[in-house]
């Protein structure tokens, strides 16, 4: 059974820092693109990052240079460390694979303000 589990979602500060996790199981991230999304309140859900089988990354231009994402095989698990988080990156962050035509994990919300 395919699953996505993120955790890591919180409230911070503006300027602060939180790394989200995507722990899967079902099949192995390294052979599958993986990517973070974000949906913010009456918005459309973007994409944010994605990381490639092959390990090459692509950003948003919203969040290159603040967000990394990465990929630990050995856990099966994906991150997306977020540096230098503003207001406008407030939004539920979710975890996408496109194993079989595509999963989606439950969602983690990142809430940023002062």
């Known amino acids: 059974q395919v699953q996505l589990v993120e955790s890591g979602g919180g409230l911070v500060q503006p300027g602060g820092s939180l790394r989200l996790s995507c722990a899967a199981s079902?099949?192995?991230?390294?052979?599958?693109?993986m990517s973070w999304y974000r949906q913010a309140p009456g918005k459309e859900r973007e994409l944010v990052a994605a990381?490639?089988?092959?390990?090459?990354?692509n950003y948003a231009d919203s969040v290159k240079g603040r967000f990394t994402i990465s990929r630990d095989n050995a856990k099966n698990t994906v991150y997306l460390r977020m540096n230098n988080l503003k207001p406008e990156d407030t939004a539920v962050y979710y975890c996408?694979?496109?194993?079989?035509?595509?999963?989606w994990g439950q969602g983690t919300q990142v809430t940023v303000s002062s």
């Open positions: 079902g099949f192995a991230v390294r052979f599958y693109a």
């Open positions: 990381i490639s089988a092959g390990g090459s990354t």
């Open positions: 996408n694979t496109i194993y079989r035509g595509g999963y």
